[in-house]
């Protein structure tokens, strides 16, 4: 399987005027070493937020959208997504299929369809090799805050599971993501990436299990363009 290439999304942010800086893990090295290989990948994760964080101190101008633990994340979806889903449907929801990402979008559209219906049925999706979640989970990341100077973040997918969701996490193959992006393109017209292709193959293989006139929804997130580098063999990623 092809390594995740983010040049494609480098360009776009050029085009919108950002100016990128390289990631490095450099300074950090000495505390790496003494990490097992999965503490290693969190590490760089927090180093990351880190950065983000120094820089936001560092100058009033900027702001950090700190998106994986930025309560506003939920709340935007909560009153727009979740909301537009309950109005196209007419209220009629038995489940909800999102990948869990950050949890922003999974949670928030939870919680508006659960206010009209507590029985929707909710269910998280992540790629094969995903760990964030069992890194917030197992709360692997609280001493990575302690130990880079940085005040503890609680993470949406921490909220998320304190509120019991979501009913099941599924895990979701690349090529069985990716074949459903190509379906999608060639037989709907719609040009969307990877994370929408696993999110529509796993709200087919839940329908399979409900029963007639069950309504299962989901969300299309992402855009074809930015898995153009990893093209033929593009990989789901978190």
């Given at each position: 399987?092809?390594?995740?290439?983010?040049?494609?999304?480098?360009k776009?942010?050029?085009?919108?005027?950002?100016?990128?800086?390289n990631f490095?893990?450099?300074?950090?090295?000495?505390?790496?070493?003494?990490?097992?290989?999965?503490?290693?990948?969190?590490?760089?994760?927090?180093?990351?937020?880190?950065?983000?964080?120094?820089?936001?101190?560092?100058?009033?101008?900027?702001?950090?959208?700190?998106?994986?633990?930025?309560?506003?994340?939920?709340?935007?979806?909560?009153?727009?997504?979740?909301?537009?889903?309950?109005?196209?449907?007419?209220?009629?929801?038995?489940?909800?299929?999102?990948?869990?990402?950050?949890?922003?979008?999974?949670?928030?559209?939870?919680?508006?369809?659960?206010?009209?219906?507590?029985?929707?049925?909710v269910?998280?999706?992540?790629?094969?090799?995903?760990?964030?979640?069992?890194?917030?989970?197992?709360?692997?990341?609280?001493?990575?805050?302690?130990?880079?100077?940085?005040?503890?973040?609680?993470?949406?997918?921490?909220?998320?599971?304190?509120?019991?969701?979501?009913?099941?996490?599924?895990?979701?193959?690349?090529?069985?993501?990716?074949d459903m992006?190509n379906?999608?393109?060639?037989?709907?017209?719609?040009?969307?990436?990877?994370?929408?292709?696993?999110?529509?193959?796993?709200?087919?293989?839940?329908?399979?299990?409900?029963?007639?006139?069950?309504?299962?929804?989901?969300?299309?997130?992402?855009?074809?363009?930015?898995?153009?580098?990893?093209?033929?063999?593009?990989?789901?990623?978190?």
């Amino acid at each position: 399987m092809g390594p995740y290439n983010p040049e494609n999304r480098i360009k776009t942010m050029k085009f919108f005027g950002a100016e990128v800086a390289n990631f490095t893990t450099a300074g950090y090295e000495g505390i790496q070493k003494q990490l097992k290989p999965d503490e290693q990948s969190a590490a760089t994760t927090i180093i990351g937020m880190k950065k983000c964080y120094d820089l936001e101190k560092s100058d009033p101008k900027i702001w950090w959208a700190n998106q994986s633990c930025n309560p506003y994340n939920t709340l935007a979806h909560r009153d727009s997504t979740g909301k537009e889903i309950l109005e196209q449907t007419g209220g009629r929801v038995n489940a909800c299929v999102a990948s869990i990402g950050t949890g922003g979008t999974l949670l928030s559209i939870a919680e508006a369809l659960r206010k009209e219906n507590p029985d929707v049925k909710v269910i998280g999706l992540v790629p094969e090799d995903t760990l964030i979640t069992d890194w917030v989970k197992n709360h692997i990341f609280d001493k990575f805050f302690e130990q880079f100077g940085m005040p503890k973040y609680k993470f949406i997918i921490e909220t998320m599971y304190e509120s019991g969701l979501p009913d099941q996490v599924m895990k979701v193959k690349d090529e069985d993501a990716r074949d459903m992006s190509n379906r999608l393109c060639r037989e709907e017209g719609l040009f969307c990436g990877m994370s929408s292709g696993a999110n529509v193959y796993a709200a087919i293989q839940l329908a399979k299990k409900m029963k007639k006139g069950d309504n299962v929804v989901t969300v299309l997130v992402d855009r074809r363009d930015r898995y153009f580098l990893e093209y033929p063999k593009e990989h789901y990623v978190i």
